[in-house]
């Protein structure tokens, strides 16, 4: 049996209106990516909601049918005010979230935007990545929280935010009056949180998508992160999907053993694209030796350090998935961009290498550009999926990087 793609969105009757882009792309998807094969012997067993259980293993077609590369007039050296040829450098992420370029800042490492609009052209960025936001205010976890690590840094904030309705209340008027679009990244500890924090983003003009941080402890089921399990990670996908028409991103977890039944069950339950890689999970150990360094104990690895797991993690969702996947992980010059364009991603976000230079991902998009008129390309498109196999290959859960 043909496995459903969609879980239906409830409309309920006071349901304001989103105020997505709604541009549509003027042409239709170039990239081409594998096609997916779902052996019935990978279709994850628990499933995430009726998409995921009724899968029967039928390969799903070609990957290329939703790709979300569009050719639009929004040209790169028009909006750097440099020279050369223009470069198609937009990307439209699903349901009207169209990007002017696929270069955005990753969640927690650039505040609100507002923090940084002095020193940063933040209307030229593809999108803002908002701070982790919960339905209740959260002080976060006790101190220390970060530390350097060889290529890296480990972090421990705790989701630090005033809630959901203090952000609104205190950026989204700002955020309405910007062309670059913000995605707010939402956590919580149970999906009636998710799905609450979700309801009221709805509408709320300035809010132009959700990311969900689903690498939190779900409560409901003992602490288990909604991130590592395919069944729990489809549910409240399904469930935030059910409560708004924004463009709905979900971000993956690298600490799994397959990534893949995780990320079709959150493209099983309705979301628009998935984001990845978040944090490593890791400790640090005290100069005294007596005790972990960090207050929590356990913090996220992330940096250059973690840029070989994000690869990898999308290179195997790319293979598995249709909707469009935008990478992070340890980007710190254009030469990483181009790698995760090379297993599959249609974006990139850039997070830690924020903190030594706030002005990165902007110089990435004119090297982004730059790069492609050097090449001769009038779209940074083709750069898109050039190092996936043509036909779905082994995964790393297989052990191939083992085997004798
Ligand atoms: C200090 C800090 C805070 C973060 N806070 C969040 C968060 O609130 N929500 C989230 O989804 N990811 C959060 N992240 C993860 C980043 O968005 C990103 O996924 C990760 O750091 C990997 O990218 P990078 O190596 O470029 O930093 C945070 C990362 C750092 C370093």
Redesign the pocket.
């Known amino acids: 049996m043909k496995a459903k793609r969609r879980v239906v969105t409830a409309v309920t009757p006071y349901k304001r209106r989103p105020t997505v882009r709604k541009i549509k792309p003027a042409i239709a998807p170039v990239v081409r990516r594998p096609p997916i094969e779902r052996p019935a012997a990978e279709q994850p067993s628990n499933g995430a909601g009726a998409g995921t259980a009724a899968g029967g293993g039928s390969p799903v077609g070609p990957a290329s049918a939703s790709r979300a590369v569009a050719m639009h007039d929004l040209r790169s050296s028009d909006a750097a005010g440099d020279q050369g040829a223009a470069v198609a450098l937009s990307v439209d992420l699903g349901r009207g979230l169209v990007l002017e370029n696929p270069i955005l800042v ?4 650039f505040g609100y935007g507002t923090e940084y609009a002095d020193v940063v052209q933040v209307q030229r960025l593809g999108a803002i ?1 908002c ?3 919960t339905l209740r205010p959260r002080v976060g976890n006790p101190t220390p929280r ?1 530390t350097e690590t060889p290529a ?2 480990l ?1 421990s ?1 705790g ?1 630090q ?1 005033p809630g959901v309705d203090a952000v609104l209340a205190k950026y989204a008027e700002t955020w309405a009056g910007w062309k670059v679009p913000v995605i707010v ?1 939402v ?1 919580g500890e149970s999906i009636a949180d998710y799905t609450e924090v979700a309801r009221r983003l709805d509408g709320v003009p300035g809010v132009a998508g959700i ?1 969900l ?1 689903i ?1 939190c402890p779900n409560v409901g089921r003992g602490g288990l992160q909604f991130a590592i399990d395919p069944e729990a990670a489809g549910a409240v996908t399904a469930s935030v999907r059910r409560a708004t028409d924004l463009p709905l991103l979900v ?1 993956l977890s690298p600490n799994v053993a397959d990534i893949r039944p995780i990320a079709r069950a959150i493209e099983d339950a309705g979301a628009d694209a998935l ?1 990845a ?3 490593l999970s890791g400790i640090a150990v005290a100069p005294t030796r007596q005790r972990p360094l960090l207050g929590n104990v356990y913090g ?1 690895l ?6 070989p797991v ?1 690869l990898r993690i999308v290179y195997e969702a790319s293979q598995a998935v249709r909707i469009p996947i935008v990478a ?5 010059e254009l030469a990483d961009v181009l790698d995760y364009l090379a297993v599959g991603a249609v974006a990139v ?7 030594a230079d706030p002005t990165l991902p902007v110089r990435l998009v004119d090297q982004l550009a730059a790069e492609c008129r050097a090449r001769g390309l009038s779209s940074y498109a083709s750069l898109i999926g050039t190092a996936l196999p043509k036909k779905a290959a082994a995964p790393s859960a297989k052990g191939v990087e083992y085997r004798p």
């Open positions: 990753a969640s927690g490492t990545c701070k982790g936001t970060v890296g840094m972090n904030i989701l935010n990244n956590a990311e941080n690498s971000k984001t890689i978040n944090t996220g992330s940096g250059p350090a973690v840029k994000g992070i992980g340890g980007v710190t976000q850039v997070g830690t290498a924020i903190f």
